[in-house]
């Protein structure tokens, strides 16, 4: 199941995947993520966040030409060809060390922290450069140098992982040779999420848990 979710947990638009549709000319990813966000209005007032499997060079400009901010982790193999230093030689740099290049719409950075990460991004850039504490070999703890677009990620990313969790808490498993009794169930579960997120943001003096 696609989902996109708000930092909080909230859950905008999902699609369950039914496998390889006809239309094979728009990459797979690219489809979901534009489907995902047609709920959308005011692409102005957000920034989308996903994960390398999603995230490629084409899909940013894309997104840019729609005016949708967007940043996430990349794979090797998505960049656009981007000249950054390979993953072996940023590990053999200090602890903090970054790398960067722009095509001017989209920004690909690739940082040392205990491996080589590489995020981009058609929003963040490297400045402000933040100062981040990181364990590492030998030493208890470090600081080292944090480029803005990598701060924002992990800032931002992860809402998925908390409407899960919250999923969680009260799942409801149907027993039955229905194939489709646990999508129906999970979809009733989401609901519930979605009604408490918006009580707690209709209703923001009330103190109340979901657990």
Request: hydrophobic share 35%; with cysteine.
């Amino acid at each position: 199941m696609w989902l996109l979710c708000g930092v909080d947990g909230y859950p905008y638009n999902f699609s369950i995947y039914c496998g390889k549709e006809s239309d094979r000319k728009t990459p797979l990813e690219s489809r979901v993520v534009n489907e995902m966000l047609q709920p959308i209005e005011s692409a102005d007032h957000h920034v989308v966040f996903f994960n390398n499997f999603f995230t490629s060079h084409s899909l940013l400009t894309e997104l840019a030409e729609k005016g949708i901010r967007a940043c996430g982790t990349v794979r090797e193999n998505r960049t656009g060809k981007c000249p950054l230093p390979s993953k072996k030689n940023v590990e053999k740099q200090e602890g903090g060390y970054f790398d960067d290049k722009s095509d001017g719409t989209v920004l690909f950075a690739r940082w040392n922290d205990n491996s080589a990460e590489t995020i981009a991004s058609n929003y963040y850039g490297v400045n402000p450069i933040q100062t981040v504490e990181r364990r590492v070999k030998n030493v208890s703890k470090k600081s080292v140098s944090q480029p803005h677009l990598i701060k924002m990620y992990n800032k931002g990313m992860g809402g998925i992982d908390v409407c899960d969790r919250m999923l969680a808490s009260y799942r409801p498993w149907l027993r039955s040779k229905k194939w489709w009794c646990n999508i129906f169930s999970n979809i009733l579960n989401m609901a519930v999420v979605a009604a408490y997120r918006f009580h707690q943001h209709t209703n923001a003096s009330m103190a109340i848990s979901h657990f």
